[in-house]
C-alpha cells in the first residue's frame, strides 16, 4: 500500500525554526559580518576584507591554542576510553549493586560545570584543599597556579573525574546487551577472558564506543567552564583552550573581528567534526538495522 | 526594521544571499527530480543535499588552507573550489 504524501507536517517545524534562527542563525551571520571588519566600537565598522582571516590562521598565539587543545582532547580520549571500558568491565551485572554503581557513576555527570572546576580549584589548593595539603605533605610540592605542568595534571584528572563515568555507562549498556548465549558458546570452547574481551565484548561495543569517543571529543575539544574557573588559562596560557583564548580575544582585549573570524574557523573544525558524528552514528545504525 | 547591529556589508551579503539561493534552488531541485541517495568514494549515502554540504564545507576548509599557506590572490581558490564541487558531485 502506498503511504500518503502530506508535506504539511513541516509547517510543525516552524517554532524551531524561528528559535533557531534568532538563537543561531542571526548572531552566527553577525559573527561572519564582524569577521571582516574592524570596530573600535560605536558600532561604527571599517571594511578590513580576509585581513583577519589571515591574521588567526597565521598567528602564533591561535596556533599554540589550537595544538594545546588536541594535546588536551587526546590524552583525555586516552585516559577515559580505556578507563571507562574497565570500569564498565568490573561493574556487577545483576543484583542490587547494579543500581548502586549506577547512580554513583552518573553523580559527577549531574553536577554543573563550573561547580566541578569550583571543586578542583579548591581540592588542589595547598592551603585549604584536601589534595593539596596531602601532597604538600608527602614532600611533593604541588601549585597548579604557578607550574604549567601542575595546571594540566590537575585540569586533565578533573575532566578524567568529570566525564570517565559517560563512557562507563555507555560501554556498561553495550555489554549489558550482549547475550548469554556468546558468552555459554566461548566457555565450551574455553576461551580465555581475554579471547572473550577481544573477540565477543569489544566488537560488541563497538557501536556504543564509538559514540563514546565521538561525544568525548566534542566535549572536550569545547571546553571552557572548568579549565577557566580552576585556571583561568594559566599559567601564562598553558591552559589557555580554544575557547578560553577566544573569550579572551573577544571580551577582555574586544578585538572583535580577529574573534570573529577566530570563532568561524574554530566553528568549522567543530562542524566538520559534528558532520562526521552524524554521519558515522547513522551509517551505525543503518547497518545494525 | 533596524538592522545597523548587524554590520552587513555587500560581500557577506551576497555570500549569504548565494547560499540561501543554493539551498532554494536544491530544494526545488529534490521536488521536481527525485533521487535515491547513492554510494559513492567516501562509502557513505549521500543524496544532492548532502553532497552540496560536503561541498561548501570543504570550500570553507580550501579557502582557509589557500589563504593560511598560497600567499596568492584568494580568487584562484575559488577555481579549486569549483573543481572540488565538480568531484564531489560526480564522485562522492
Known amino acids: ?289 | 526594521m533596524n538592522l545597523q547591529w548587524m554590520a552587513w556589508t555587500a560581500p557577506t551579503a551576497i555570500f549569504f544571499a548565494v547560499i540561501a539561493g543554493l539551498l532554494v534552488l536544491f530544494t526545488v531541485l529534490a521536488i521536481l527530480f527525485p533521487e535515491t541517495p547513492r554510494r559513492g568514494i567516501l562509502r557513505i549515502e549521500t543524496t544532492r543535499g548532502d553532497r552540496l554540504f560536503i561541498t561548501l564545507l570543504g570550500s570553507a576548509y580550501i579557502n582557509a588552507a589557500w589563504l593560511a599557506l598560497s600567499g596568492l590572490p584568494q580568487w584562484w581558490a575559488l577555481g579549486l573550489c569549483a573543481l572540488y564541487a565538480a568531484a564531489v558531485f560526480r564522485w562522492v
Not at chain 1, 553577525?30 to 590562521?57: A, R
Open chain 1, 1 to 289: 500500500m502506498d503511504k500518503p504524501v502530506n508535506q504539511k507536517a513541516w509547517f510543525l517545524v516552524l517554532p524551531v525554526l524561528v528559535l533557531v534562527a534568532f538563537s543561531a542563525v542571526i548572531p552566527l551571520m553577525t559573527v561572519v559580518n564582524y569577521s571582516v571588519q574592524d570596530t573600535f566600537g560605536n558600532n561604527v565598522f571599517f571594511w578590513h576584507g580576509i585581513g583577519w582571516f589571515q591574521e588567526v590562521l597565521t598567528s602564533p598565539r591561535v596556533h599554540g591554542a589550537f595544538g594545546r587543545q588536541l594535546l588536551f582532547s587526546a590524552i583525555v580520549l586516552a585516559i577515559q576510553i580505556p578507563l571507562g571500558v574497565a570500569i564498565a568491565l568490573c561493574m556487577p551485572r545483576r543484583g542490587i549493586w547494579v543500581s548502586v554503581c549506577l547512580v554513583l557513576m552518573a553523580l559527577p555527570l549531574l553536577i554543573p560545570w563550573n561547580v566541578v572546576g569550583t571543586i578542583w580549584q579548591i581540592l588542589g589548593r595547598s592551603d585549604i584543599g584536601l589534595l593539596g595539603r596531602a601532597l604538600d605533605a608527602m614532600g611533593i610540592s604541588f601549585n597548579y597556579a604557578r607550574n604549567p605542568l601542575h595546571a594540566w595534571i590537575i585540569v586533565v584528572v578533573m575532566d578524567v573525574w568529570h566525564w570517565t563515568s559517560l563512557v562507563a555507562l555507555l560501554a556498561y549498556a553495550g555489554l549489558r546487551s550482549i547475550p548469554q548465549a556468546y558468552y555459554q558458546a566461548a566457555e565450551i570452547d574455553q576461551a580465555s577472558r581475554w579471547k572473550v574481551f577481544r573477540y565477543i565484548e569489544l566488537p560488541k561495543m563497538r557501536g556504543v564506543l564509538l559514540i563514546a569517543v565521538l561525544l568525548r571529543f566534542m566535549d572536550s575539544f569545547m571546553i571552557y567552564t572548568e579549565p577557566f574557573v580552576v585556571t583561568g588559562g594559566g599559567p601564562g596560557s598553558a591552559t589557555s583552550f580554544l575557547s578560553i583564548d577566544l573569550v579572551k580575544m573577544a571580551l577582555g582585549q574586544f578585538d572583535l573581528g580577529p574573534a570573529a573570524a577566530f570563532s568561524l574557523l574554530y566553528f568549522l573544525v567543530i562542524l566538520l567534526v559534528s558532520w562526521v558524528f552524524y554521519t558515522v552514528m547513522t551509517t551505525i545504525d543503518r547497518a545494525e538495522g
